[in-house]
């Protein structure tokens, strides 16, 4: 069906020429109305001569052409008042302005619906492991290696490279052509021969696992845990599970473990927040065949989590499967997230036990700040602001024995990764990253826009804004207060002092 350009009279006003695509199903143009006027499409309703428009389907409504008159009915929800400040672009900056910015992400064109890719590779650069572990790695263009995981690897090398030595917008067609030929179903295309829309999430879970086929684990130490995979050591979750029964007592539950690289927000109509969504995901229940039964039964099956990493990932379960319209249909509803997320109550009690020390240092130098500030001791104030000046130092994030792990389950939000539409194969994907502590940074395609902490936690959802679909959390670092790290490197002194000693000891013994 075609394109018109129409008109909308709702009260009094009347918009003009108003594009009104018939290939796609009416709630998007409706969508257009609610960016006009206010009125959210569920308190919508739009007339052609006397029929209304559904929210699926143009079926049943003739006579569409171009300058046709539409009427809508429907009232306004209070409009969000405007920003105080104005939403910054780097093309509107000064040269000095754009010099004091560059050290900001360059943005990725878009070559026709690859904002997945752009948005999934932008949140994934705001790891330095990782973008590190590429620059390290071997990964080349050869014949062979251009599909599977060392040509994905080599790409998104070559890519970060070229993003680290510009501020200009880089266009990732190398990245994109490899990603095709990897997964022949991101090649598809549409009418007119555009490339489709894709699934971010998909994407990012296809190069993650690329990656970790790819990349190898880190460590050399006898006692430290030597993972597999590099994405296993920095990305990776396990999960205690046990599975137990509930139509028989005579079948004894059992264990195993479950490893993962994104946890997984479930939501239905009592969540409202991230971590109730979580919770749920702990336990679940689900059919499968019973040997003791002998027939199909019902299993509850109960996780908790036992190995942290330090970047934490969270899908959000924003879509599902429409049978009769054959599309994923989004979940709109409103979800909270923290900007600080703390794991604790997912973990098994070992775990809590575990990460519990560290978590102790963190609440005694939270205690120690309040103390100075309530104190009023200006002798400690200067060295806190002196402190604040250098360079800080901070404790390692993970666990001596595993590396790449949490050792206190808390995290700071760095990116986001966004969807706006009604579908995971339409509508527009964005990437919103984490600058310094007071500003993001908008990564729209090639165009960035700061933006501040508020406008992060607005994309929770609950309407045809942005929307949360993807989180990327990293390491909350514990800093290291300078007569702290005197106290450290004084007892390290004295250890090596202990050690000369105990190996002076059998040296005299021979003597005597």
């Not at 994905?152 to 917008?169: F, N």
Request: charged content about 30%; some cysteine; hydrophobic content about 30%.
């Amino acid at each position: 069906m075609p394109v018109y350009k129409v008109n909308v009279k709702w009260g009094k006003e009347k918009f003009s020429e108003i594009e009104c695509n018939t290939d796609e199903a009416p709630l998007i143009f409706k969508s257009a109305l609610y960016s006009l006027t206010g009125v959210v499409p569920e308190r919508m309703k739009v007339m052609v001569k006397g029929k209304a428009i559904g929210d699926d389907t143009w079926t049943g409504i003739k006579n569409l052409k171009n300058n046709i008159t539409m009427m809508m009915m429907g009232s306004a929800s209070e409009l969000p008042p405007e920003p105080a400040e104005k939403t910054q672009f780097i093309e509107d900056m000064s040269e000095s302005q754009v010099n004091q910015a560059s050290d900001y992400p360059p943005g990725l064109h878009n070559l026709g619906n690859t904002c997945y890719m752009a948005a999934t590779l932008q949140c994934l650069k705001t790891v330095p492991e990782l973008t590190e572990k590429l620059k390290q790695s071997s990964g080349q263009f050869t014949r062979q290696s251009m599909v599977g995981s060392e040509g994905i690897c080599a790409a998104m090398k070559q890519l970060y490279t070229e993003m680290d030595k510009t501020s200009e917008s880089v266009t990732p067609l190398v990245m994109l052509k490899v990603l095709h030929m990897t997964f022949p179903r991101f090649a598809e295309r549409g009418e007119g021969g555009v490339f489709q829309q894709q699934d971010a999430n998909e994407c990012w879970t296809e190069i993650m696992r690329m990656m970790s086929e790819y990349l190898p684990g880190e460590g050399s130490t006898n006692t430290e845990t030597v993972r597999k995979s590099y994405i296993e050591q920095y990305f990776g979750g396990e999960n205690v599970t046990t599975m137990k029964c509930s139509e028989t007592e005579a079948e004894p539950e059992t264990k195993s473990i479950e490893k993962w690289t994104q946890l997984r927000c479930h939501i239905n109509t009592d969540v409202r927040y991230m971590q109730v969504g979580l919770t749920m995901g702990l336990k679940e229940n689900i059919e499968k065949t019973s040997a003791t039964l002998e027939r199909n039964a019902v299993y509850v099956k109960t996780s908790n989590v036992n190995r942290l990493p330090s970047y934490l990932t969270i899908n959000f379960i924003r879509f599902f499967y429409k049978e009769k319209e054959n599309i994923n249909a989004k979940v709109l509803k409103d979800i909270k997230f923290p900007m600080e997320y703390d794991a604790f109550e997912l973990c098994t009690p070992e775990l809590q036990t575990k990460i519990t020390p560290a978590r102790d240092r963190f609440e005694a130098l939270r205690m120690k700040k309040i103390e100075i500030e309530l104190s009023g001791d200006v002798k400690n104030k200067k060295n806190e602001k002196k402190k604040e000046e250098k360079e800080v130092n901070y404790e390692p994030c993970s666990f001596s024995d595993d590396l790449g792990s949490s050792n206190s389950g808390y995290y700071e939000l760095q990116a986001v990764l966004t969807h706006q539409g009604r579908s995971s194969s339409s509508g527009h994907y964005v990437a919103w990253v984490k600058h310094t502590e007071d500003n993001w940074i908008k990564c729209d395609d090639e165009k960035l826009s700061i933006v501040k902490e508020e406008d992060i936690l607005k994309l929770s959802g609950g309407g045809d804004w942005h929307v949360a679909y993807t989180l990327l959390y990293g390491p909350k670092r514990l800093e290291i207060w300078e007569d702290e790290k005197k106290e450290e490197d004084k007892k390290e002194e004295d250890k090596k002092e202990e050690d000369k000693k105990e190996e002076a000891v059998p040296e005299m013994e021979k003597m005597e």
